[in-house]
């Protein structure tokens, strides 16, 4: 079976926890795109270079998920040859027989605008940025600008911006404890897989 389920939404709004959720509750495959531009970020040098040499070693470096390497994720995501460099890979993955749960933030609208469920995951900037610095410690106002920087960044670059697909179902998590999301994301899968 082929069934492709995409996660989308800005930073620490879930997509993480509930793409893990709902592989595992579905057996699906997993893919955290963000990993992959942070991966690039993490590289240095010529950031096409990096996207179009990526090996499976680079994703398993141990200090992408730092506040600095989402950063430097934004940066390099926002130069379309990287995008475009990384998209085979998404899309095979998308595919592979038995289902895959992928998240990101151009799931839904460029990579796989036929997934059979597009969910776009969101919760206000204070609740992620509280998120994220329960995570990472620090000045919780400043995680709450970078959190919101790189949501601007996110959203306002021209090639495959941050926002929802038309036909995306919408998850706020603002409010939501972390099972809460997951069931109720796990309840729209399930009314869209093959009886
Ligand atoms: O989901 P994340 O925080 O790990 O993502 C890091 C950055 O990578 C994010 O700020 C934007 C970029 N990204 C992207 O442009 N497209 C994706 N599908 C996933 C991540």
Redesign the pocket.
């Known amino acids: 079976m082929r069934f492709t389920i995409a996660v989308d939404g800005p930073?620490a709004a879930g997509?993480?926890t509930i793409g893990r959720a709902l592989a595992e509750r579905f057996g699906f495959a997993h893919l955290?795109?963000?990993?992959?531009?942070?991966a690039v970020g993490a590289k240095g040098g010529d950031p096409v270079a990096a996207a179009r040499g990526l090996t499976p070693e680079d994703l398993c470096r141990s200090d992408l998920r730092s506040l600095a390497a989402?950063d430097a994720?934004?940066r390099v995501?926002a130069l379309p040859e990287v995008?475009a460099a990384l998209v085979a890979f998404q899309r095979d993955f998308a595919r592979r027989a038995g289902g895959a749960v992928l998240?990101?933030?151009?799931?839904g609208t460029v990579?796989c605008p036929d997934a059979e469920v597009k969910l776009f995951v969101t919760a206000s900037p204070e609740a992620r940025a509280r998120r994220r610095w329960l995570e990472t410690g620090g000045d919780e106002s400043q995680v709450l600008a970078e959190v919101c920087a790189?949501d601007a960044?996110?959203m306002n670059r021209a090639d495959?911006p941050?926002k929802p697909a038309d036909d995306a179902q919408l998850l706020d998590t603002t409010d939501l404890s972390i099972d809460a999301a997951i069931d109720r994301a796990a309840k729209l899968v399930a009314a869209r897989l093959p009886r």
């Open positions: 930073a997509k993480g955290d795109t963000g990993l992959l531009y942070r989402g994720a934004s995501a995008r998240d990101g933030r151009d799931i990579i790189r960044r996110d495959a941050l």
